[in-house]
């Protein structure tokens, strides 16, 4: 197995693993190297398979996010490290947390998806209508699939070859789905070019990593969240259209239903943050940084504390070098 990784930040400091969202590359949103610094982190980025310059692994699935994190943190020497996931970052996160237990301090998701066998959940409610046709085309793709075939999902392969062609063709086909909120996310000029950047990147392979992606996260996670010991936050934007947060109350209710004591309940924490959606990740981010390397300190994020920081200048991203 092949994967592209990239650190940032302190070296010496406190390791955080990010699991990017789907599409996404290693290049993803973050904050510039000088304010890791400050906060006394090395986030670590890496291609999940088939995605950006990470070799394609067939048959992926969600738990096969534990082995390629393992694999980063042995080769960078860490023991115990914090484990963050944005959107289909998420589940593969939460993976990581339930299968490496003795590493994993504790893990963060942000406006991620619940388990599609998720009981008393109808799944795909209040989500997009574009989530909803590609899922179901890739659905379909897997069924008609011949045994130990690849799934050619018609829709992503269209749209990352649109991407390859135009790397901002994909924020213009979202921009009729997008509410309010995710629109002046992505209206902004400097957030455009990053998120340009990191989808250009996601697709080199071309749709690869994209369809296992969403393969995986229509298929059984292989997981359970019982086994989740850590520390949990939870975040999502009210008005997300792409991963309604729904999915979090769910998944929230389930850690939680899976401890035994009031002490461990309390320590899976979730904000459903209205006027807020799906992009309100990448401006929460630095918050939740906070969050996994000083639970204790820091209390669930919040985009009010966020646009203060923004306006005293901790909170700038910049594109990552080759």
């Known amino acids: 197995m092949v994967l592209a990784v ?6 010496d400091g406190h390791p955080v693993i990010l699991l990017h969202g789907m599409p996404g590359s290693r290049l993803g949103p973050r904050p510039r190297g000088i304010v890791l610094e400050r906060m006394g982190i090395r986030l670590i980025c890496y291609d999940r398979p088939g995605y950006g310059l990470s070799r394609r692994q067939p048959g992926r699935r969600v738990v096969h996010a ?4 393992k694999h980063i943190a042995d080769h960078f020497g860490l023991k115990r490290f914090a484990v963050v996931g944005r959107s289909g970052g998420g589940p593969h996160a939460l993976a990581c947390a339930a299968l490496l237990p ?14 599609p066998d998720a009981s008393g959940l109808k799944w795909d409610e209040g989500m997009t209508t574009l989530n909803v046709d590609d899922f179901a085309d890739v659905d379909s793709s ?11 999902a018609r829709n992503l392969l269209a749209r990352a070859e649109g991407i390859r062609q135009d790397p901002e063709s994909l924020i213009r086909f979202l921009l009729p789905e997008l509410g309010a909120a995710d629109r002046r996310v992505v209206e902004d000029r400097a957030m455009r070019n990053l998120l340009t950047e990191t989808y250009a990147e996601a697709v080199l392979q071309g749709a690869d990593g994209w369809i296992d992606d969403a393969v995986a996260l229509r298929n059984p996670w292989d997981f359970k969240f019982d086994d989740v010991k850590c520390p949990v936050l939870l975040w999502h934007g009210g008005d997300d259209r792409f991963a309604p947060a729904e999915h979090t109350r769910w998944m929230a209710r389930e850690l939680r239903n899976g401890r035994r004591s009031r002490q461990e309940k309390d320590a899976v924490q979730f904000r459903i943050e209205q006027g807020a959606a799906h992009f309100a990740a990448f401006e929460i981010f630095t918050e939740v940084l906070s969050w996994l390397v000083d639970p204790v300190l820091t209390s669930a994020p919040s985009l009010a504390r966020t646009a203060v920081g923004r306006a005293l200048g901790g909170y700038e991203l910049q594109t990552a070098g080759r």
Request: no cysteine; aromatic share 2%; charged share 15%.
């Open 6 to 11: 990239q650190s940032w930040g302190d070296p």
């Open 66 to 69: 534990a082995t390629d994190v």
């Open 102 to 115: 003795d590493m994993v301090e504790r893990v963060a998701l942000l406006v991620s998806a619940a388990p």
């Open 142 to 152: 897997v069924a008609a699939a011949p045994a130990g075939g690849i799934a050619e």
